[in-house]
């Protein structure tokens, strides 16, 4: 079955350092999405992506963050500088249509110091 | 504003049990509900999405049923195993906003 890949699986940064995160989507899947994980609390939706630009986005995607889809593959998350709250597991996601399956990738835990 | 929460936050079984988890939401508006597997440190796995239409939706040894008029879900799984231990996380799509939101989940531990 076709899989969302993230990489990096581990990343620890300084605080106020700039972190990308990195996404392949399943490749004809047109509708993507990053969502987070602070431990022990719920996942939490950031941004979803449509046709090269936002859809929407939550009030925690604040100007800090980015995303981009720089060629036909990949789907990156930028944190401009990072700050301590910002430590969570970060999870890629893909559709074909607005209201399918989301399927995962299997996360980036972020780490700031 | 929509609020998903998960019933019971933890469950113990013994192997062989049949079990249901539930999930309730407060806005009956949504386009689909989805049940998800969580292995620790690991990504969220896919079980079972039921579009706002249907009732129920079944792969395998599991069954999920929705009544969207009452804002509730259940998660039947059939002749737990130890494998199935993990968190399973239940998220509702659409409605205002076209995002998944998240319940908290329920820790499951099947034991042999």
């Known amino acids: 079955e076709p899989e969302v890949t993230q990489t990096p699986s581990h990343q620890v940064t300084q605080m106020g350092q700039e972190v990308i995160l990195r996404c392949v989507p399943i490749?004809?899947?047109?509708?993507f999405y990053w969502y987070r994980q602070i431990l022990g609390q719920k996942v939490e939706f950031l941004v979803s992506?449509?046709?090269?630009?936002?859809?929407?986005k939550s009030e925690i995607f604040d100007d800090q963050f980015s995303v981009e889809r720089p060629d036909g593959s990949n789907f990156t998350l930028k944190i401009r500088s990072t700050k301590l709250e910002d430590s969570a597991m970060y999870f890629c996601?893909?559709?074909?249509?607005?209201?399918?399956?989301?399927?995962f990738g299997s996360g980036t835990q972020l780490s700031v110091l | 504003k929509q609020e998903v929460t998960q019933i019971p936050a933890a469950l113990s079984v013994p192997e062989g049990e049949n079990l249901v988890l539930n999930c309730s939401f407060t806005?009956?508006?949504?386009?689909?509900l989805q049940w998800f597997r969580q292995d620790p440190g690991k990504g969220l796995t896919s079980l079972l999405l039921i579009q706002s239409s249907q009732r129920e939706q079944t792969s395998g040894r599991l069954n999920a049923s929705l009544d969207k008029s009452s804002g509730r879900s259940t998660l039947y799984i059939a002749a737990s195993q130890p494998g199935d231990s993990a968190t399973y996380l239940c998220?509702?799509?659409?409605?205002?906003?076209?995002?998944?939101?998240w319940g908290l989940g329920t820790s499951l531990a099947v034991n042999p």
């Open positions: 806005d009956s508006a949504i386009y689909n």
């Open positions: 490749s004809n899947h047109l509708y």
């Open positions: 992506f449509y046709n090269n630009e936002i859809s929407e």
């Open positions: 998220a509702v799509f659409g409605g205002n906003n076209r995002k998944l939101i």
């Open positions: 996601a893909s559709s074909g249509e607005a209201s399918e399956k989301l399927f």
